[in-house]
């Protein structure tokens, strides 16, 4: 089946600029997260959905950074005014979140680069 | 605070050779265990992954790892490296209750000597 998909594979924008990435997860699992992979920084958690729950935002840097999740399966995180210490790869991974079955796949990731 | 180190940020080893990438963990609670690879430009692949059970957990392209509590310990292993293993791994730790979000160390760098 379908794995995982991120758009745009990359993005080239200015500093200052608003940036959407999206994120379509395997079609029936119920959780969604986004990391972020930069260097000298690794992967860090960024902020993950579960269910009908209330998101997770404990990762999210500052309040640029918003994410959200349309109809439980779609998301879309926004970066607004943009800053070149934003410049990372984005990945997005999804769960089933059952009982024992908590393995998380990941896209393929967005590549932003903020000029 | 849950973390893990990955003291090796880049290993060398020829072709054929055995493999060992280390992993320490510190977290609260029971830990959910995971090594993910990394290919160039590519997402991150599941290698395998421990929760409970046998300590010695098989995985994907003749991976192994042994948990080892006293230790904090979840070091990955391979008998024979291949070319084609040359990659970046991550280990990362997880709560085994609910979706959790993963702590990764900071990754290891694998070359392979032809």
Redesign the interface.
Known sequence: GAG?SQSPSNKVTEKGKDVELRCDPISGH??L?W?RQSLGQ????LI?F?GNSAP?K??LPSDRFSAERTGGSVSTLTIQRTQQEDSAVY?C?S?L?LA?E????????TRLTVL | AQSVTQPDIHITVSEGASLELRCNYSYGATPYLFWYVQSPGQGLQLLLKYFSGDTLVQGIKGFEAEFKRSQSSFNLRKPSVHWSDAAEYFCAVGRIQGAQKLVFGQGTRLTINP
């Not at chain 1, 908590?102 to 990731?109: A, I, T």
Request: aromatic fraction near 26%; proline fraction near 4%.
């Open positions: 995982v119920t959780a997260y990391y690794g992967l860090e958690f993950y579960q997770d404990s990762g990945l991974a769960s979140a024992g908590y393995e998380q796949f990941f896209g393929p990731g």
